[in-house]
């Protein structure tokens, strides 16, 4: 047989898979990336929601009375957080509990407007300057020894 006379035809591919629908394969993977995304989102809202709320406690009581009372009251609630970033560190006094609080950030405390917390109870009168310098310092290191970051 002549093989130019055999009835040959050239081979035909199917056509392609289209791109839509997915395979249920890639479902799998659209729907973990989807619960992944809205757990992180999810524990991001929920660690924002924590923070302001331990802002709210902070600022409401150290809100109440005089300036003296309010520096207090801001120790209070430093010694209750420094409780829970290490044990045994709201038994500080002194200069090491100034040095505790400064933390890896500097010396705010120990050599800044932080003092006043170790001096400012023993004062006769408060500057309002100072005592908002020192309420801002409080704030910021009560926020970040609650969250436990060192």
Not at 30 to 43: D, E, H, N, Q
């Amino acid at each position: 047989m002549d093989p130019s006379r055999l009835p040959l035809r050239d081979v035909h591919l199917t056509a392609a898979p289209s791109w839509w629908p997915p395979a249920p394969g890639w479902w799998l993977v659209a729907a973990a990336l989807v619960a992944a995304a809205l757990a992180w989102i999810g524990w991001r809202a929920w660690r924002a929601a924590r923070r302001r709320r331990w802002a709210r406690w902070f600022d409401a009581s150290s809100a109440e009375g005089g300036l003296p009372e309010r520096l207090a009251a801001m120790s209070g609630l430093l010694r209750r957080a420094a409780r829970r970033h290490r044990a045994g560190a709201e038994r500080l006094q002194g200069e090491d509990w100034l040095r505790f609080l400064d933390g890896a950030a500097g010396a705010r405390f120990s050599h800044g407007p932080g003092r006043l917390l170790l001096e400012g109870g023993f004062r006769r009168r408060l500057d309002d300057g100072e005592f908002a310098a020192v309420s801002a310092l409080a704030r910021a290191r009560f926020l970040e020894l609650m969250e436990g970051r060192r």
